[in-house]
């Protein structure tokens, strides 16, 4: 029973079209994000959503829109792909610390990725 | 930018030697520190977290967290060809407020590689 199901796995499109990735948790953790790894596997932050509420939103472009229909659910769709959108694209869950300094089972739960190519 | 720093590797250590990777980070009131594996081509995957200082074990590994010198290491003993995997940092910055409490910092991982 997969925690964190991404799809798909891998996406070959040309630059140009827009496309979607889907993301799930059945963690029933509060929190979800969006992380772009690139060639180097740097993990950057793109988006995070608390209860359907996004909190996080770095500096990325506005072709990329997230959406988060419900806690369990964010989504992720990308307009008019370039070629440097090229990357894999992972998806993460947690669970919500009240304080800062709160110890717990807080780690992310990676989804399985999504390889973008942009041909 | 919170900064976590991991050195930069790759590291590469023969089979049954002790792979020692190394974190330091900015953010002097971090209090919630992690170790993911990331194998090649597969998702990270959660292997160690730490909170309080000294040493945590979990089979063969080890984290070491010391907070006064803001670092934090992964020890791996009789290192396996199977561990040969980039390894990644995390910690919490507790700075962060409401909903963003979460947040973890990541490094840019240590490439390990062991050689049988």
């Known amino acids: 029973d997969t925690a964190v199901s991404q799809t798909p796995k891998y996406l070959v499109t040309q630059m140009g079209n827009d496309k979607s990735i889907k993301c799930e948790q059945n963690?029933?953790?509060?929190?979800m994000y969006w992380y772009k790894q690139d060639s180097k596997k740097f993990l950057k932050i793109m988006f995070s959503?608390?209860?359907?509420?996004?909190?996080i939103n770095e500096t990325v472009p506005n072709r990329f829109s997230p959406k988060s229909p419900d806690k369990a659910h964010l989504n992720l769709h990308i307009n008019s792909l370039e070629l440097g959108d090229s990357a894999v694209y992972f998806c993460a869950s947690s669970q919500q610390p009240r304080t800062g300094w709160e110890r717990g089972n807080y780690g992310y739960t990676f989804g399985s990725g999504t390889r973008l190519t942009v041909v | 930018q919170k900064e976590v720093e991991q050195n930069s590797g790759p590291l590469s250590v023969p089979e049954g030697a002790i792979a020692s990777l190394n974190c330091t980070y900015s953010d002097r009131g971090s209090q919630s520190f992690f170790w993911y594996r990331q194998y090649s081509g597969k998702s990270p995957e959660l292997i160690m977290s730490i909170y309080s200082n000294g040493d945590k074990e979990d089979g063969r590994f080890t984290a070491q967290l010391n907070k006064a010198s803001q670092y934090v290491s992964l020890l791996i003993r009789d290192s396996q060809p199977s561990d040969s995997a980039t390894y990644l940092c995390a910690v919490n910055n507790p700075a962060d407020r409401g909903s963003t409490l979460g947040r973890l910092y990541f490094g840019r991982g240590t490439q390990l590689t062991v050689w049988p």
């Open positions: 959503y608390n209860n359907k509420e996004l909190i």
């Open positions: 963690l029933g953790h509060d929190t």
